[in-house]
């Protein structure tokens, strides 16, 4: 997975680096096609937003890509914040296509010829 971290408006310091791999590792594991993680940093001036920290996060997939944004008074709480939320729409993903594929195979067992029994109590 590469990870590409951004910042705006404030440094990208290496423990801002280390604390976005060790929080946002935990998704690679639930997804391991994942090709990149695209996490941005931004710090708000403005005094109406009281210095808020606002992390938006890209991860993609050969087929899909899931995004998130979160804001907190720091970096941490936001990061935290938007791993969940990557996490969650990971496994929503992963549980529709399960469903979906089980359903498959229900249609596909109900299509097969009647058993003995069925064609004799037919007859």
Excluded at 21 to 32: D, M
Excluded at 78 to 99: F, G, S, T
């Amino acid at each position: 997975m590469e990870l590409v971290l951004k910042g705006r408006g404030a440094r990208v310091a290496q423990r801002l680096r280390q604390v976005t791999e060790h929080k946002l590792a935990r998704i690679e594991r639930i997804e391991p096609a994942l090709t990149r993680l695209e996490v941005v940093v931004t710090v708000e001036k403005n005094p109406r937003q009281g210095g808020l920290h606002r992390v938006e996060a890209a991860a993609a997939t050969p087929r899909k890509t899931y995004r998130a944004h979160a804001d907190a008074t720091d970096v941490d709480s936001a990061l935290d914040v938007v791993a969940e939320r990557l996490e969650r729409q990971i496994v929503d993903h992963h549980n529709r296509r399960r469903a979906r594929r089980n359903a498959g195979a229900g249609r596909v067992k109900s299509a097969q010829a009647p058993a003995a029994e069925d064609r004799e109590a037919a007859e």
